[in-house]
């Protein structure tokens, strides 16, 4: 797997997180509680396959690398840890991933790897498949709502039954979305990034987040499925 060789980040700030001593050691961040737009404040944990907490692992995509976004971290203690730049996609995640009430445990690469450090790179390039195999789930993040995405979302969520679509023509013609919408979803940047599709091949279980809309990834896999048969867009990534 393809340890997010994208472009390289603008800048190379000092990384708050404490290294990593062993060879299974990696970093989870807990991204504590807040309403959109909110600061975000994560914590930021050193843990070990053999005895991580539950965790998700999110797939999303770096964009151009220039870090216009800033979170705060804390260390295990809850004491300040300094901030940290993240990419404009990673802070629109985190964003959107966050809960109002309650902490979320993720692993991200681009906040849990000191980026600036090759031999760490290097090591937890070597756990990545273990990383996402390992998480309860993989949230894949195609990046904030735009256009008519919501209601592509709710589409592939409400059509998502394998035994169902594709099988005559009359059901195509009934559930025929918009060509243009789904295909301005599925033309996002994350579908054509071949080792993305390898985080999800690893995962028990994967959603796919744009916005605030979820739905399984199983909706995806059939919209493809269906897409054969009803010829609606043409070499989908």
Not at 192 to 211: D, F, P
């Amino acid at each position: 797997m393809n340890p997010r060789m994208e472009p390289a980040l603008s800048t190379k700030p000092t990384y708050p997180g404490q290294p990593l001593d062993l060879e299974d050691s990696f970093r989870l961040v807990e991204v504590q509680p807040g309403k959109r737009d909110d600061p975000i404040h994560v914590r930021l944990l050193n843990t070990r396959l053999e005895e991580s907490p539950a965790y998700e692992a999110l797939s999303y995509t770096w964009g151009d690398g220039a870090l216009t976004g800033h979170i705060q971290l804390f260390d295990p203690t809850g004491a300040s840890a300094g901030g940290m730049p993240v990419t404009a996609n990673c802070h629109s995640a985190l964003n959107c991933l966050r809960k109002a009430d309650s902490s979320r445990t993720l692993w991200i690469d681009s906040i849990c790897i000191n980026q600036s450090l090759d031999p760490e790179r290097t090591q937890q390039l070597g756990l990545m498949s273990q990383i996402y195999s390992q998480a309860s789930r993989v949230v894949v993040y195609l990046g904030e709502r735009a256009g008519d995405s919501d209601s592509v979302m709710d589409w592939l969520r409400d059509n998502d039954e394998p035994s169902e679509i594709g099988r005559d023509d009359d059901r195509v013609e009934i559930i025929r979305p918009d060509k243009a919408i789904v295909e301005a979803l599925l033309r996002r940047p994350w579908f054509s990034r071949v080792w993305v599709l390898q985080e999800v091949a690893l995962a028990g279980e994967a959603v796919v987040c744009c916005g605030n809309k979820e739905i399984s990834w199983e909706s995806i896999k059939t919209f493809r499925h269906w897409n054969v048969a009803a010829r609606l867009i043409k070499n989908l990534p």
